[in-house]
């Protein structure tokens, strides 16, 4: 199956009598190819024999037999580990250390989340929770997570049988999409307050992000500034009317719940006929209002071009993507959504857009030191085709709040 302009859109994640073929590209018996990231994360393992000796460190019952690089994540690094027997397959990550300062509390509030969400599924009678939830390993003497040197590994049960989307253009898929969202939320919604922690404090507070991106304006370290000063510009003039979210939750009209925070179509797993089985990637899993998860559903999925596009005329907002995630997503959090909640939904997709484009643009003036960068000028082209995004938002806003409001 093949996403716009000619990209693959799928990876499967077979058992093992399946032929994987992300697995054989990316790496064949005895052999061993991956650049570790050359930014924010201490250097790694520089052969399979390391990599096998971190392996066996974890909680484990089978020998691991070959490991290969997985994914396409731009802050973690993450390996496929494949089990001699019958048994299931693994992932093994390096937490960027740097990003996510506390491993402790990220890794207890990743198995609060998974247990809570397992529970609940027992409960219900579930038959296979381990494909509909993501479980850790831990370390030997069972601890959640091992540090070697100056690098945080963890392990997780690879879920298996499953494959997860890099894009989509299927309203069903979207529908099914919000509803795994929305699902996921809902499970979650009865947690006390103060069970999770802030994995990124004021990860996706635009405020903080605003205070930021004036600090480096101001700094201009690598002399860039000029170049995209009218961008700056036309970011600064929109700050005051995106921290409307946060001037709600001050005067208690709207409330925090545990969000997921990284809601992209590749955070959900689904089963050989295209059901969602469960949500992944928990590392940003905190408090945080539930218009920044669905709003970055729409940023990402509900984008006709790519993040980076070169081609700005390819990106628009695709709103037949749009109107099945708000079905999906709206039916699967009536329990908990609170009507102010529910009216801001298409505000949140401007938010998080106008959000990711002040973060990339920063990252930019700074020197690029956060996000994994392709070629010199990366982080200005996303910044560039996340601010035509925003426009594109802007000018579908009212067609979008009269669909939810119709919903």
Not at 3 to 28: Q, V
Not at 41 to 47: F, L
Not at 49 to 55: K, T
Not at 359 to 380: E, Q, S
Request: proline share 5%; glycine share 6%; charged share 30%.
């Amino acid at each position: 199956m093949l996403a716009k302009y000619g990209h693959p859109i799928t990876r499967e994640m077979p058992g093992k009598d399946s032929k994987d073929l992300f697995w054989r590209n990316s790496c064949g018996f005895g052999q061993f190819s991956y650049i570790w990231s050359a930014r924010s994360i201490s250097p790694g393992p520089k052969n399979m024999d390391e990599l096998m000796q971190i392996a066996d460190r974890f909680a484990i019952p089978e020998p691991v037999v070959r490991i290969a690089p997985l994914g396409s994540g731009l802050v973690n690094d993450t390996f496929r580990m494949e089990t001699s027997g019958e048994g299931p397959d693994y992932v093994l990550q390096r937490i960027n250390h740097r990003v996510f300062r506390d491993v402790d509390l990220l890794q207890q509030n990743i198995e609060r989340i998974t247990s809570h969400i397992r529970g609940k599924l027992i409960e219900e009678g579930e038959k296979e929770p381990d494909r509909k939830v993501v479980r850790l390993i831990p370390v030997r003497d069972g601890a959640l997570y091992l540090k070697e040197g100056e690098n945080y590994w963890r392990v997780m049960v690879l879920v298996p049988r499953s494959r997860t989307h890099e894009s989509i253009d299927d309203p069903r898929l979207a529908y099914d999409t919000g509803v795994a969202f929305g699902h996921f939320q809902s499970m979650l919604s009865d947690l006390p307050e103060g069970a999770l922690g802030a994995t990124i404090p004021n990860f996706h507070n635009i405020e903080f992000r605003l205070e930021t991106f004036k600090e480096t304006i101001d700094r201009d370290p690598k002399g860039r500034l000029a170049e995209v000063r009218w961008l700056v510009d036309e970011l600064l003039v929109r700050g005051k009317s995106m921290c409307r979210a946060e001037e709600l939750h001050r005067q208690g009209v709207l409330p925090k719940r545990v969000s997921h925070c990284d809601t992209k179509i590749n955070n959900v797993l689904f089963d050989e006929e295209d059901r969602p089985l469960c949500v992944i990637d928990l590392d940003t899993t905190m408090p945080g209002f539930v218009i920044s998860d669905f709003g970055d559903f729409i940023r990402t999925a509900g984008n006709t071009g790519a993040e980076d596009d070169l081609d700005l005329d390819r990106v628009g907002v695709d709103m037949a993507i749009f109107r099945a995630f708000s079905q999906g997503y709206i039916a699967a959090t009536a329990d908990f959504l609170t009507p102010i909640e529910k009216e801001l939904l298409p505000f949140g997709a401007k938010l998080l857009t106008y959000m990711q484009t002040v973060r990339f643009l920063t990252d930019y003036l700074d020197g690029d030191n956060y996000y994994k960068i392709a070629y010199p000028t990366h982080n200005r082209q996303r910044s560039l085709a996340q601010f035509r995004l925003l426009q594109r938002i802007e000018e579908r806003e009212q067609e979008m709040a009269d669909f939810i409001a119709s919903l």
